[in-house]
Nanobody, 120 residues
Framework: QVQLVESGGGLVQAGGSLRLSCAAS????????MNWYRQAPGKQRELVAS???????NHADSVKGRFTASRDNAKNTVFLQMNSLKPEDTAVYYC??????????????WGQGTQVTVSS
């Protein structure tokens, strides 16, 4: 009924940039906070950035000044602009969102993830 689909991952050299997108679709009434997480091999999943429906953002200390979360509420889409990428940013990046459906349900949804690989 609701899907989150990420795109924009890939292979980039250190110092480069990527822009991730995550589009929510389905029987959506309202979307609350939208978040980006990442999980590197052998490590726990960590919160990278979050953005409220009003546009207030929070970014992890490890990405502040390099990554920027934004969203287009009209298109139910959240973005993560990643600049000055480092090899330690290599991970699978996941989109996450609090969504109220048109059927009155509330749930936290996850996307399938997109791989970001930064070569040194």
């Amino acid at each position: 009924q609701v899907q989150l689909v990420e795109s924009g991952g890939g292979l980039v050299q250190a110092g480069g940039s990527l822009r991730l997108s995550c589009a929510a679709s389905g029987y959506i009434s309202t979307i609350g906070a939208m978040n980006w997480y990442r999980q590197a091999p052998g490590k726990q999943r960590e919160l990278v950035a979050s953005i409220t429906s009003g546009g207030t953002t929070n970014h992890a200390d490890s990405v502040k000044g390099r990554f920027t979360a934004s969203r287009d509420n009209a298109k139910n889409t959240v973005f993560l602009q990643m600049n000055s990428l480092k090899p330690e940013d290599t991970a699978v990046y996941y989109c996450n969102a609090d969504i109220w459906t048109t059927m009155g349900d509330y749930r936290n949804y996850w996307g399938q993830g997109t791989q970001v690989t930064v070569s040194s």
